[in-house]
């Protein structure tokens, strides 16, 4: 198997063995019964096994600057040792990586932290790949810090077959868009002038789903952007009460068919939870809460929804009467994470936490057998404007 076809979880895995390989032999060689004498022998062993290895691999020592790259690391930049030691690796990365990349890299060797970063590296050939760069802290076999030893691959066609998959996924949102615009429109249209006493009270609804799937698709550029920590929701002001009220309204239908009623409880006009952030994203939270929810919950339960101000915090509080299965709970806001929903995801409660620590704030839960389930959201309160003169 090829590097770029690897999972990030695979190479990690062969860094993790390689690095216990090399202890073994330090542990060894560090023994009272061992021939070997001087540390250089261990060092110069270990260098030559990873020497050509199919990873580029470097070293730095104490100082951070690099005294050691691998054949393999060589043979990718076509640059000789000593152009690379010290800080001459550094010319190979890409003027718009460079600045992030020797950050993280004096920021985790200043902590002896393991990390990991992602950069552009030129090439032999003069074009630049994405490389994967995860640097490890080491001891010396007389336990004092030795440096930092860091294995790197090229994850260029990864990157490529993400952008597609990106440019694929904004070609299909806005194919996606055109005929959703149209049906809200013909929507409008065809039900501007009827007063039929049983349609008329639909038609809010209606128009309301229509837009939510609009905005839902708006929004996944911007869930995206949150994996990657790249996305920093708007200063605007937003009743917290109205948010949670058009998540209410939203999947009022689901709770109906559901037999499932809903039972929100909101603070008084005159005391309202004020935050500030995308009114669109939040709303998403508080919908795929409450829809866990509705269904976790046998027909003819109760839905509690509460908001309400604490301090500095804006705290919504959605109760239902199901029980989290003990196998998910020390995962429950992780990826894929579901059991015992035929067409669960296990996206909506990972979503959720994105969404609200990018808010500033978080998301519980508690859950027994006697008390059920309550899913708490915390948002930082907007501070109040100081009066003007």
Known sequence: ML????TKEQLL??????????????????????DCTPTNVT????????????????????????????????????????????????????????????????RAFAAREFFEMEYRLRHRGGEYRWILDIGCPFLEPGGA???????????????????????????????????????????????????DEELTPLLPTLYRAINNVINLVDSTDKIMQLERGQYAPPATRLDLAGVVRGAVETLAPLAAASGVALRPDFPDAAAPCTVTGDAVLLETLFANCLKNAIEASPPGADVGLACRRDGDTARVAIHNRGLVPEAIR???????????????TGL??????????????????????????????????????????
């Open 3 to 6: 590097d770029s076809d690897k």
């Open 13 to 34: 895995a062969e860094l993790a063995a390689a690095r216990r390989r090399i202890a073994r032999l330090e542990a060894r060689d560090a023994s009272p019964d061992s």
């Open 43 to 106: 060092a110069d062993f270990y260098l030559s096994i990873l020497n050509d290895a199919p990873a580029l691999i470097w070293r730095a020592g104490p100082d951070a600057k690099c005294d050691w790259f691998n054949a393999t690391w060589l043979a990718f930049t076509g640059r000789a040792m000593y152009q690379e030691i010290g800080d001459g690796w550094a010319l190979g990365v890409h003027p718009d990586d460079f600045d992030r990349c020797l950050d993280t890299y004096l």
């Open 145 to 195: 810090f030795g440096g930092y030893i860091g294995y790197c691959y090229d994850i260029t066609q990864r990157k490529t077959d993400e952008r597609f998959r990106l440019d694929v996924e904004r070609i299909i949102r806005h194919d996606i868009k055109t005929p959703l615009h149209s049906l809200k429109t013909l929507t409008q249209v065809l039900f501007a002038d009827v007063t």
């Open 330 to 344: 020390a995962t429950f806001f992780d990826k894929y994470v579901t059991m015992g929903k035929s067409h669960g």
């Open 348 to 389: 909506g409660t990972y979503s959720a936490r994105l969404i609200a620590r990018a808010h500033g704030g978080d998301i519980t839960f508690t859950t027994s057998a006697e008390a059920g389930t309550t899913v708490t959201v915390r948002l930082p309160r907007a501070v109040t404007a100081a009066p003007g003169p």
